[in-house]
């Protein structure tokens, strides 16, 4: 499969908004066009906004976002950066983690594996949804690949699991920004519309092989 913004979260500074791959009311009525409006062009580009102004005249000028990412990660001197970075990437691959035309359950050797970490199907969606319901304050809950297995983690913030040395192939975005307009408080709601009716498995598999 194609994945769109490849480009734009390799390539080194000015970052540049990776593009949306849909339109911004694909996701309804699951998710409002009103919502990714304000998901994707505010907060997505504030983020790529703060971020080029704070690499400037730093040694991270000609860095590569994945680079500055696992550069700052834990150091106090760079939180600010750390923070804005991993929010780009964050919210791209987020954003490739939907998908407007409805799922498509995994299978061959991602499926073999989901099943020998999770001992089916149902339940790696199960604990998926646990935890995205569990997470308290904001942040992402993920499936990634460490080493050999599978595991669902959850993250705070703009933590996220490419600085832990994890491979991620799925996240959900659990801050409230993500899904308040549409769901007010009722996170469960927009978390079971995104494991019913979003989730892009074919991104977590084209993840899983490596692209
Ligand atoms: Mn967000």
């Known amino acids: 499969m194609e994945i769109k913004g490849l480009r734009q979260i390799r390539s080194s500074s000015p970052f540049e908004l990776p593009p949306l791959p849909y339109a911004k009311a694909a996701l309804e009525p699951y998710i409002s066009e009103k919502t990714i409006s304000f ?4 907060h997505h580009q504030k983020y790529v906004t703060t971020a080029n102004e704070l690499i ?5 000028e000609k860095a590569s976002l ?8 834990g150091n106090a001197e760079f939180v600010k950066l750390f923070n804005n970075a991993a929010q780009i990437w964050n919210h791209w691959f987020y954003w490739n983690s939907l998908d407007p035309r409805g799922i498509k359950k995994p299978q061959g050797e991602f499926l ?5 970490t999770f ?3 149902d339940q790696c969606v199960k604990t998926f949804s646990n935890e995205a319901i569990a997470l308290f304050g904001s942040g992402y809950v993920w499936l990634v690949k ?24 799925l996240t959900i ?10 769901y007010q408080n009722r996170r ?14 074919e991104f977590a598999e084209a993840n899983f092989r490596g692209y």
Do not use: C, M, R
């Open 39 to 42: 998901h994707y062009e505010k």
């Open 112 to 116: 073999d594996a989901i099943n020998s």
């Open 146 to 169: 460490d080493g050999a297995k599978l595991k669902i983690t959850k993250s705070t913030n703009a933590n996220t699991p490419l600085a832990q040395n994890q491979t991620p192939l």
């Open 188 to 201: 469960p709601d927009y978390v079971a519309a995104f494991l019913d009716n979003l989730i892009n498995w």
């Open 173 to 182: 975005d659990v801050w409230e920004h993500a899904y308040y307009l549409d």
């Open 119 to 121: 001992g089916s199907f």
């Open 56 to 60: 400037k005249g730093t040694q991270f």
């Open 66 to 73: 994945e680079q500055i990412i696992k550069a700052t990660a």
